[in-house]
């Protein structure tokens, strides 16, 4: 699904991550072209948020566009991406930075939702494109971001 890839391309670029090529085949097929956590660099639980946020983005925007529950999505087809997270929020939990691991998944939930919500035109642009085209290039990504910025985009 487009709206999957475009959050997580513009949930990359808002925790400051370098744009990525993004791309997706037929109805439900993706090619994720974006980030892994094998891939960040651990400077502290901040970037383990970050980590998380770039996680849920793809299965919440989804939800959010189906109009489906993000609790079925992650118990069904987007399952890796619930253990995936999980494992970044029991890590948080393992070293103290949070008390336990409902709370936190509380908490990631809500830096999910409230990311929807500041950045859904700037998601809803890139899936359009990423639609009609299939394939974003990185400097692509970059520019529908850098046009379609809200203040809270540019911070």
């Avoid at 901040?46 to 980590?51: A, G, K, L, P, S």
């Avoid at 908490?107 to 998601?123: G, M, N, Q, S, Y």
């Avoid at 990185?138 to 046009?147: G, K, L, P, S």
Wanted: glycine content about 8%.
């Amino acid at each position: 699904m487009c709206f999957y890839e475009a959050a997580r391309a513009i949930a990359g670029l808002v925790i400051g991550r370098k744009p990525r090529r993004v791309s997706v085949r037929h109805k439900e097929s993706q090619i994720a072209q974006g980030w892994s956590a094998h891939m960040i660099t651990l400077g502290g639980q901040y970037d383990v948020w970050d980590e998380v946020l770039l996680i849920l983005a793809g299965p919440f925007a989804e939800a959010r566009s189906r109009k489906r529950g993000v609790a079925t999505l992650l118990r069904g087809t987007r399952r890796e991406d619930y253990l995936e997270a999980e494992k970044w929020l029991r890590w948080l939990v393992d070293h103290g930075f949070t008390n336990d691991l409902r709370a936190t998944g509380l908490r990631a939930e809500a830096e999910a939702r409230l990311f929807l919500r500041t950045h859904w035109h700037t998601i809803e642009t890139t899936a359009e494109a990423l639609r009609a085209r299939g394939v974003l290039e990185a400097h692509e990504v970059a520019e529908i971001f850098r046009n379609s910025a809200t203040t809270t985009d540019r911070w």
